[in-house]
């Protein structure tokens, strides 16, 4: 059978996280329409009769402003070192600006086996594309395909490109896994996620969600007990809103996806925790953010 690593890769908001949600048929990761919602690698598996592929969803391609986005860039290079293909997915609104091309030419210089995406074709005319094609292909890629991962326009064809791609091997995950995240890693993932749709300016990016404990009960909801780390008291009160409101939705709306996540409901219960400078702080990323 078929088998091996495919990344994920690009710039923020191409629609990285939303392919490999189309690829799975379900959502793993996190999708917003602010950019840098994904911090972290996830591995989301395929299965099929004569294959397995391993999806690398990676953060968004960004000049690094702080330890947290530094990181971030780590979890990138590290996907290009271990996988065995590359998915460079970029809209299909004209030619790679100058931060694509950096890595662009890192792929070409390292020989990485790379499929390019042109994602949003359902958002553009047909005939502006050829151009685009012809442009990837001067600069030595061949393998171009147009797609629209929310419309699922084109997958099809390239699932067909990436197996043919991949070599043949025995499966590295049973059947049943969809990915190696522990529940509590997605739990946090949902609970950001509503933060970036919620909430407005710096507050998603100086944010970030921990699950300080996650009982399993028999018979009864699960608890579910979060903090919400922010790095200033101002922020923390617009976490919470006059009279807890906006904590209160975000709340309710966490709770309804976690629950369709683990198919049981839950518990949940927030609290929002001033954590000044998380974002630089090595201790509090390799800890909170980066630990597991």
Not at 65 to 83: N, S
Request: proline share 5%.
């Amino acid at each position: 059978m078929k088998v091996g690593y495919c990344g994920l890769i690009g710039k923020p908001n191409v629609g990285k996280s939303t392919l490999l949600n189309t690829f799975l048929n379900y959502k793993l990761s996190s999708v917003s329409p602010k950019p840098q919602t994904t911090r972290h690698r996830i591995l989301g598996i395929l299965n099929g009769e004569d294959y397995q592929i391993l999806f690398l969803d990676s953060p968004g391609i960004l000049q690094a402003k702080y330890l947290l986005q530094e990181l971030m860039l780590e979890e990138i290079r590290g996907i290009i070192a271990d996988a065995d293909l590359i998915l460079f997915i970029t809209e299909a609104f004209g030619p790679p600006d100058e931060e694509e091309n950096k890595v662009l030419s890192e792929l070409l210089t390292k020989k990485k086996p790379t499929l390019i995406v042109l994602n949003k074709i359902d958002q553009v005319k047909k005939d502006s594309l050829l151009p685009l094609i012809s442009d990837y292909q001067a600069m030595g890629f061949n393998d171009i395909y147009p797609v629209s991962a929310l419309q699922r326009e084109g997958i099809e064809e390239l699932k067909k490109g990436i197996l043919e791609k991949l070599s043949e091997g025995e499966p590295l995950y049973p059947p049943e896994e969809l990915s190696d995240r522990p529940e509590r890693f997605f739990v946090a993932e949902i609970l950001r996620e509503k933060i970036f749709h919620l909430y407005g300016e710096e507050i998603p990016y100086a944010t970030t969600c921990e699950i300080e404990e996650f009982k399993e009960r028999e018979g009864g909801k699960d608890y579910i007990r979060a903090i919400i780390h922010v790095e200033k008291p101002s922020q923390k009160k617009i976490i919470i809103g006059r009279e807890g409101r906006a904590i209160k939705r975000l709340g309710s709306l966490a709770r309804k996806e976690i629950e369709a996540f683990l198919n049981k409901e839950v518990y949940l219960e927030l609290w929002v925790k001033v954590s000044e400078g998380w974002r630089k702080d090595k201790n509090f990323l390799k800890e909170k953010v980066y630990g597991s």
